[in-house]
């Protein structure tokens, strides 16, 4: 069957094998316990080593470096905004933090390779899979093919046992670093995630008490009422609304329906007996509250609450709204009748509170009536419609000029340096994904786009790289020892403790937001998705987005700087 499978499929048609791997990488991925997974990546790469060492099947490596350069610009353009954003002063403590724990993950990599006699190619796998950053294989990969004095196929070998030192500490490093950080550290020092969490939330809401958010989430609703209310015939609806407005509650009168017919909105309209009004309205601020308490008795008009409503998405841009509060956006003129659904952040939801100031490049989801919230987009930055097109213009320049820039080499010592066409991608996805956030008027790359360059693409690259270094996994492995999964596991640990002692002990972080900071720093999704789950909060991802910014780009590096120190 196998033979069958390689002469009749597999040699002729090496793509087919790819997608395989890839279906069933992402298959093996899915096993999980709680919110730590084995994940897309290690699981393509853990199945691509399989049907490497059993079919001997190669794929070119062109393919290989097509879909690596197309994720790097992807992670470059996603955390873009977030990256230089976090060079700013509010931002530099979590950036400090990030660096220390890079810095001294690549140290720590790098006095084990001195001590235990590993090569360029295994240490950078030992890296790798310890600080849990896939993107540094690539990288490693690309910098053992410049290095002077290796044949081809020393080269070949140093660059398949990159794959094997990834595949054998990434679960473990993934595994540690989320109990370390939600279990392990709270109970060592006696601290409760969930009450801290709590009352960090409480601590960061307290000096602007809006009935708009509680927890960050809040429900619009729409109703009809009669205006029936004595008190209430002859006064206009802005002076309702700034009533209303007085007494802490959000209710706006959208439409108004007089002697059956629907007027055009306009705040000075008087109400009178019998109108039947159109209420938006935050729930919280109706119930408990009686109609009659409001307008009048409640009214079922289909009709008058089918008025045109709007979702927009919104890049903030403008410099007036940037590091204003949610709390201070909302008492802007402005944001009457709109509501803020959600907000995103470096690609990713994020859990907002009355605190939370607003960064450039910040996505809201704004709704409301649409004569009202195409203003507000306008106010707050760039109005972008939902589209599902992807300004290849910009994407094909970005990569193209990245690579152009990775190319030039410095020889320093009889040794090439350069960026390579891997590492020039990122630092142009990181150029173009802030200029996109700064003006969001062109560059395009809807969030299907981005999971296919970064997603699909890293998870590709990793088939890849696992069926070409599969045939010498079992070598490699046994050449390494399987000691290699216990320093990777002391890999993983110490720069997640050197960060926390300076982060807690000398920063002073607020220990929910450390956790977030570490998680981020070490570029591990499964550990920030366990804080969460034992905080029973958001909270800790306050801490994640910059230093996950930071930790990417510096940990990518690391895969080239790795294999030059241990050359």
């Known amino acids: 069957m196998i033979d069958f499978l390689v002469r009749d499929i597999f040699k002729p048609h090496p793509e087919l094998l790819v997608f395989l791997v890839v ?34 099947v190669p794929i070119d490596g062109t393919v290989k470096d097509l879909f690596f350069i197309m994720f790097l610009f992807a992670l470059g353009y996603k955390v873009g905004p977030q990256f230089f954003g976090g060079l700013k002063s509010t931002g530099l403590p979590q950036v400090l933090n990030a660096v220390v724990v890079c810095v001294t993950g690549l140290l720590t990599a790098w006095l084990f390779a001195v001590l235990l006699g590993y090569g360029p190619g295994l240490t950078a796998g030992l890296m790798s899979g310890s600080l849990t950053q896939s993107a540094a294989i690539g990288v490693a990969q690309d910098a053992i093919g410049t290095l002077p004095g290796l044949s081809s196929g020393d080269a070949k070998s140093e660059e398949n046992l990159v794959a094997v030192g990834y595949a054998v500490t990434y679960p473990l490093g993934t595994i540690l670093c989320a109990m370390l950080l939600a279990n392990v550290l709270p109970r060592i020092y006696r601290r409760d995630l969930a009450a801290e969490s709590a009352q960090l939330a409480k601590e960061m809401d307290a000096p602007d008490v809006n009935p708009d958010l509680g927890e960050g989430y809040y429900e619009v609703v729409l109703r009809a009422y009669t205006v029936q209310r004595p008190d209430v015939v002859g006064r206009s609806i802005q002076d309702f609304e700034d009533q209303q407005k ?20 306009s705040q000075a309209t008087a109400l009178a007996a019998g109108d039947v009004v159109a209420v938006s309205a935050l729930r919280g601020d109706l119930v408990g509250y009686e109609p009659l308490t409001h307008l009048g008795p409640e009214a079922d008009d289909v009709e008058l609450l089918g008025y045109r409503t709007e979702s927009l998405h919104v890049v903030a841009s403008d410099k007036a709204q940037l590091g204003k509060t949610i709390a201070e956006l909302r008492r802007e003129p402005f944001m009457v009748g709109v509501y803020v659904d959600k907000l995103y952040r470096a690609g990713s939801e994020f859990p907002y509170r009355l605190s939370t100031q607003l960064e450039r490049g910040d996505t809201l989801i704004l709704s409301g009536p649409k004569r009202l919230v195409d203003p507000a987009g306008h106010a707050i930055g760039k109005p972008v419609p939902t589209s599902f097109a992807t300004d290849m ?65 890293l998870c590709i690259f990793v088939a890849i790289v696992g069926i070409n270094a599969g045939p010498s996994f079992t070598s490699g492995l046994s050449t390494a020892g399987w000691g290699l999964l216990f320093f990777g596991a002391i890999l993983t640990v110490i720069p997640l403790l050197v960060g926390f002692l300076f982060g807690h002990y000398v920063q002073k972080i607020r ?50 700087v790795i294999v030059l120190l241990n050359h």
């Open 393 to 457: 213009i910009w994407v094909g320049l970005g990569i193209f000029l990245g690579g152009c820039i990775g190319i030039p080499a410095l020889t320093v010592s009889g040794v090439p340096i350069s960026l390579s066409t891997s590492g020039g991608g990122l630092i142009m996805g990181l150029v173009f994904g802030y200029l996109r956030g700064k003006y969001p008027t062109f560059g395009n790359v809807p969030p299907g786009a981005q999971w296919l360059m970064d997603t699909l693409g």
């Open 23 to 56: 279906a069933l990488g992402f298959l093996a991925g899915k096993i999980h316990y709680k919110t730590i997974a084995l994940g897309a990546v290690t699981g393509c790469l853990v199945v691509g080593l399989i049907a490497g060492a059993q079919l001997k």
């Open 511 to 560: 220990f929910p937001i450390l956790m977030g900071v570490l998680a981020g720093g070490q570029t591990t999704t499964a550990a920030i998705g366990a804080l969460n789950e034992n905080s029973r909060s958001q909270i800790p991802t306050l801490g994640y987005t910059i230093p996950y910014a930071v930790g990417n780009v510096l940990l990518t590096i690391w895969g080239a």
């Open 246 to 265: 007085a007494l802490g509650r959000r209710i706006y009168l959208t439409e108004v329906r007089r002697d059956g017919t629907i007027l055009e909105h």
